[in-house]
């Protein structure tokens, strides 16, 4: 057969995991989102999914890189509700929409802190590089945004933009865990205070 009938082949096979891929990652999701991530093996995770182990060793490497993919798999656009927010919403109030959202599903939250756990930790590259590109990103678009709505006067001029953002993605993964830890924790109350407390003092 010539090279040119094997590539059709090949792109089918290549579509055909892929959509597996998609498959696993769509299982997985609804799992997380229901059970959370205690910390288990490949193994076990396997079973509950409904997939062989060698699958998913197979498709994601460890459970390290399975439970990466499937928290950005759970929280890419296409997977999110229509942003109802209007366009001048402070990053506060986005913080505030997301904690609502979260609330939905306690799993994919547990999930989220479970990785940001173990980046701190040595010997997990997967959720270290997770952890540090997804921070870096949100101060950065925080922090754009920030500067913006202080020049239309939603915020007050006398803040760092980036310490700003750093603040708001603290006081929200940080209340967050205690929500966890406890649900009586408010959690909204406390980031509607921060967002009075970034307004210009005339307003």
Known sequence: ????????????????????????LD??????AARGADRTSLRSIASVVGVTHAALTHYFGSLEELLVAV?????????????????????????????????????LVQLYSMLVATALEEGHPAAREFATTRFARL?????????????????????????????????SDGLQTQWLLDDTAPQHEALALLDRLLRPTSR
């Open 27 to 32: 299982r997985a999701i609804e799992v997380f």
């Open 139 to 171: 101060r950065t678009d925080m922090a754009a945004l920030v500067r913006e709505q202080q020049d239309t006067g939603l915020i007050r001029e006398d803040v760092d933009a980036e310490a700003v953002a750093a603040l708001v993605v603290a006081a």
């Open 71 to 107: 928290y950005q798999e759970s929280t890419a656009p296409g997977r999110q509700q229509p942003d109802a927010l209007p366009a001048e919403a402070t990053p506060v109030e986005r913080m505030i929409e997301s904690a609502r959202t979260n609330r939905e599903v306690p799993g």
């Open 1 to 24: 057969m010539s090279q040119d009938q094997d590539r059709p082949r090949q792109r089918g096979a290549y579509a055909k995991g892929i959509a597996r891929r998609q498959e696993i």
